[in-house]
């Protein structure tokens, strides 16, 4: 049975500068649910970019992949999540058992705390780059190894490629959540500048049983960013009635 969507979608605000990440937001916010905000306008920006972003009244997905020693990433994690806004927020699955479970303790309270999840094998890595950095096997494989593994943990939900969604949704059940990126409206259109490696169509990635998808590129590079946002957000919409 097709599982019945209710994938909500998030832009990536790829930006160097807030002050240009602000006025793009404003623009596609009647079309988006949550805004991320990664490492390259954080790094640029600091927590103010996160500040900022919250007063539109959207959430924020604080995608910053914490790796580290469980007390270094429970401290950062306590940090952030008192940021407004922050709904979701990263760490990679690889750091272990033990940082993830540092991380889930350092929120465990609070009822409207972010929820966290395991960044588990990128949607960049195919089969040929996993065996050189140790990992043989499918990259499903792989990815539900990591889900159960943040599920003990204590972890809300995983970062997943479109390729892994029911494999993990059958291994963790229905309330985990799964967030993916590698999102291509057209799948038709080769473009070799493109680094995501696994990759499905929005629709596609509603219908398998998504909670979220992440969407930068077709938006931000698109000649009309308000037009391909309300797209995308429509194909999630029907895709839910299917």
Not at 126 to 135: D, F, M, S, V, Y
């Amino acid at each position: 049975m097709t599982p019945v969507s209710h994938c909500k979608l998030v832009v990536a605000l790829d930006f160097d500068h807030i002050g240009a990440a602000l006025r793009f937001a404003r623009r596609v916010s009647p079309n988006v649910d949550l805004f991320k905000v990664g490492s390259q306008l954080f790094t640029s920006e600091g927590p103010n970019s996160v500040r900022a972003l919250a007063r539109l009244g959207k959430g924020i997905f604080l995608d910053l992949k914490f790796h580290d020693i469980p007390n270094t990433v429970a401290a950062a994690i306590e940090a952030v999540a008192l940021l407004p806004g922050v709904r979701l927020i990263t760490l990679h699955a690889i750091g272990g058992p033990d940082m993830m479970s540092a991380a889930a303790q350092a929120v465990a309270t609070g009822r409207n705390r972010p929820r966290l999840l395991a960044v588990t094998i990128l949607t960049s890595l195919n089969p040929p780059a996993l065996r050189k950095i140790g990992l043989a096997g499918p990259p499903e494989r792989q990815v539900v190894r990591l889900a159960r593994l943040a599920q003990k943990a204590g972890l809300d939900g995983v970062v997943a490629s479109p390729l892994e969604i029911r494999a993990v949704r059958r291994a963790c059940g229905p309330k985990f959540l799964i967030v993916v990126p590698g999102i291509r409206p057209s799948l038709q259109v080769p473009n070799r500048r493109d680094d995501q490696s696994r990759i499905a169509s929005p629709a596609a990635v509603a219908r398998a049983g998504a909670d979220y998808i992440v969407v930068g590129r077709p938006i931000t590079a698109a000649p009309d960013p308000v037009a391909a946002a309300r797209s995308i957000a429509h194909q999630l919409a029907f895709a839910s009635r299917d």
